[in-house]
């Protein structure tokens, strides 16, 4: 965002203004301070200090959190334990598939429909609603309309592959790891590729028409005008669009946690899931922070990235 | 430029087509609602009930408290995007207008506390909240669902407030307004829109929240919000798909409603802050 800097020459006029002008430059001022202050405290309260207490409580042996009593001695076992666990390594690498393979699903989704309905024709405003419409749609729910689908017995997308030819007999996708792997995918980019859809299709808007009309009036191909144009004017976008999605899989419970439980045999269990599955299956709340720990750090680096990537965003 | 025909016609067969059959899934949920139970048993599926059932939702209304749990979630979602856009004017108008030491580097954290992980944070703030007697309790998650909403609301309000002239605090200002009375009365009165976006995105937050109400409100029944009342239903009654689909729509009509009315304001303020 810009920041305002065309005020000048208003000053003489404005005595008042003189002892607080937030034109100028350096603006600082005690209310500035006693807006902030209740933000500060409410997200010092709420999120600073129980990341505090999280990484305080990865470097005690605690089973169940109890802020009341004395803190235990400090130990690096829990940090050991996980990095010779082997649970542990599944759920980097089930996390990493899964960032992965979901997003570039939600990419090539959102990439095309974007540009679909970036075209000008009657139903164009429709198109774009529906497109997007999954976004709308709770996590929660998402998980109910596609455990339905993909029911052993009744679900349509049996019947549908029965019908096809590609399977001779119901799959119980639930049971099997890579079956319901793959049904983990599908619900995530269906519900995440609107996500990209909506930044694509701001970010082609924004693309001025006369670099296509020029590159029509040279005779560049609709392929050509792709690669050339619109691919590079979306390139910050892209960026900031690809990291965001990449940390919403990171970091998803919901999705997978109603649909599978991370199971079967570990097959679905990202970080997240063996995080909260340690925490309060287990109530081992020091190992748990101690995978919490590991995934935050990925996220600042990750989030870290993003804004280096996008300096526009201050 | 002109498109010919053929061009035309690949068009819309490709537009038809794709939002068909990314939204069936929204469909077929619709009609699993309106299905009878055994029907949903029959194999070929049918792709329109032959007797739309519906009744299905005023029963499922009457069977369930499924009212209690969407008035939980409007409590728990009122409560904490109340409490999130409370302080996020304050602050986003401060980031927006001020140049306040530290200012640079709170509004650095608050876009990664953006990103941080629920499944860190429930660890402590169960530790938290438990020790204020707070698990079960609806605050619970009124204080969780604002660690969720207020680093949102604070960019997008401050991006809002960017968009706005600063010749109209000046001009209250020379007509005798105090610096807070000019934002009172003046910039926050123009940013309405703007605020009533960044309001509703953050009930979308709040209402889509299942992480916290699991771990906080797991075993108090009657505070359950509607996406841990469906989670329930869907444990438990495997075979009645129906009846679990009925309930889905209801919870998910508020959000799909906000999302059809103001969809271009929610789609501004998703992409507030991090597209130019």
């Not at chain 1, 005690?30 to 990341?51: M, N, Q, R, S, T």
């Not at chain 2, 537009?15 to 990314?22: E, N, S």
């Amino acid at each position: 965002m810009s920041r305002h800097t065309l005020r000048q020459g208003e000053a003489p006029t404005m005595p008042r203004a003189a002892f607080l002008d937030l034109a100028r430059p350096s603006r600082r001022h005690w209310l500035g301070y006693l807006l902030l202050a209740p933000a500060v405290l409410l997200i010092g309260l709420i999120i600073v200090y129980p990341l505090f207490v999280s990484v305080d409580l990865s470097f005690q042996n605690v089973n169940i959190a109890r802020l009341d009593q004395a803190r235990r001695p400090f130990t690096t076992a829990n940090y050991e334990r996980l990095f010779a666990s082997e649970d542990f390594w599944n759920a980097c690498w089930v996390t990493f598939k899964l960032v992965v393979i979901v997003s570039t699903g939600c990419f090539l989704l959102g990439m095309a429909t974007a540009l679909l309905v970036n075209n000008r024709f009657k139903g164009q405003a429709l198109a774009r609603l529906l497109v997007a419409l999954p976004w709308a749609v709770p996590e929660v729910i998402a998980v109910v309309i596609f455990a339905w689908l993909f029911d052993s017995s009744f679900g349509l997308m049996n019947w549908i592959f029965i019908k096809l030819g590609l399977v001779d007999t119901t799959i119980n996708w639930f049971s099997s790891p890579s079956a319901s792997f793959a049904v983990v995918c599908v619900v995530m980019i269906w519900k995440g590729y609107p996500f990209v859809s909506i930044m694509l299709l701001a970010g082609l808007q924004s693309i001025p028409e006369d670099f296509y009309n020029a590159a029509r009036v040279d005779g560049a191909s609709a392929w050509q005008r792709l690669l050339n144009i619109t691919i590079p004017s979306l390139m910050p976008v892209l960026g900031v669009t690809l990291v965001l999605v990449m940390l919403w899989v990171f970091r998803d419970f919901s999705i997978i946690y109603v649909l599978t439980g991370g199971g079967p045999l570990k097959a679905t269990q990202s970080l997240s899931i063996m995080t909260y599955e340690q925490a309060f299956g287990f109530f081992k709340m020091g190992y748990a922070s101690a995978i919490g720990v590991i995934t935050l750090i990925v996220c600042i680096i990750a989030s870290r990235l993003m804004i280096a990537r996008a300096p526009d965003t201050m | 430029m002109k498109r010919n025909r053929l061009d035309s016609v690949l068009l819309y067969a490709t537009a038809i087509l794709t939002c068909a059959l990314l939204v069936f899934p929204i469909y077929w949920l619709v009609v699993t609602a309106l299905s009878e139970p055994d029907q949903l048993r029959q194999l070929p599926p049918k792709f329109w009930p032959d007797q739309p059932r519906w009744g299905v939702f005023a029963q499922i209304l009457a069977e369930r408290p499924i009212l209690q749990w969407l008035g939980n979630s409007a409590l728990a979602a009122i409560g904490a995007v109340t409490l999130s856009m409370t302080v996020s004017v304050l602050a986003g108008y401060s980031l927006s207008r001020f140049k306040v030491r530290g200012g640079q580097s709170l509004g650095l954290f608050i876009l990664t506390a953006k990103m941080l992980p629920a499944t860190l944070l429930v660890i402590p703030l169960f530790g938290i909240f438990r020790q204020l007697e707070l698990i079960g309790s609806l605050w619970s998650i009124i204080l969780a669902h604002a660690t969720l909403i207020i680093p949102f609301t604070t960019w997008m309000l401050k991006g809002y407030f960017d968009t706005i002239p600063r010749e109209l605090e000046q001009a209250a200002m020379v007509d005798g307004c105090s610096p807070l009375g000019a934002m009172v009365r003046v910039i926050l009165p123009v940013s309405a829109p703007g605020l009533a976006a960044t309001a509703l995105y953050g009930f979308v937050l709040s209402w889509s929240d299942y992480a916290y109400a699991r771990t906080f409100l797991t075993n108090a029944q009657t505070n359950w919000t509607a996406n841990l009342g469906i989670t329930t239903m869907k444990g438990e009654y495997v075979s009645n798909w129906s009846d679990i689909s009925a309930a889905s729509i209801l919870v998910a009509l508020p959000i799909l409603l906000i999302y059809l009315f103001l969809e271009r304001y929610l789609v501004g303020g998703l992409t507030a802050g991090s597209d130019k």
